[in-house]
């Protein structure tokens, strides 16, 4: 849940709140089942607080061990690092803004979907045009 204040003036006037679990695209269910049936290791990095990660995380079946919240981009790029350097991983990092552009670069893979800015066509190894998680699924294929 995100909420946002409005304000006249530096007075407070009203809010309100967005259920972040809304603005899932439909198919992310089914793409992180196919994913970790495969063995594959789900994370999710975000700059949200904790308690929108952890809800969304909970709606994804992604384990909460593997749930990062307020990462800002520093952050996102440092846990790859580590997964790499320390655990010897390799990554696919899926980002769709300005503020993935170092996670995309440092990542294996760095995946962005329907990029808005020619930067991250430039730090990013694939592409995804149209709005369709599916789409990486193809990509887990390759040996990360």
């Not at 997964?83 to 440092?106: C, F, I, P, Q």
Request: net charge neutral.
């Amino acid at each position: 849940m995100t909420v946002v204040l409005v304000s006249i003036d530096r007075q407070v006037t009203g809010y309100f709140a967005i259920d972040n679990s809304a603005s899932l695209r439909p198919e992310s269910k089914r793409v992180i089942k196919r994913l970790l049936k495969d063995r594959h290791d789900v994370y999710i990095l975000s700059g949200d607080n904790k308690d929108a990660v952890e809800k969304i995380g909970k709606s994804l079946g992604v384990k909460e061990g593997n749930l990062v919240w307020e990462a800002d981009p520093q952050a996102k790029r440092r846990f790859l690092v580590k997964m790499k350097e320390e655990e010897g991983k390799r990554t696919m990092m899926v980002g769709d803004g300005l503020n993935d552009l170092m996670s995309l670069a440092e990542a294996y893979i760095g995946v962005t979907i329907n990029a808005k800015s020619e930067l991250n066509l430039m730090a990013s190894d694939a592409i995804i045009l149209k709005e369709d998680l599916t789409n990486l699924l193809d990509l887990s294929l390759i040996h990360i």
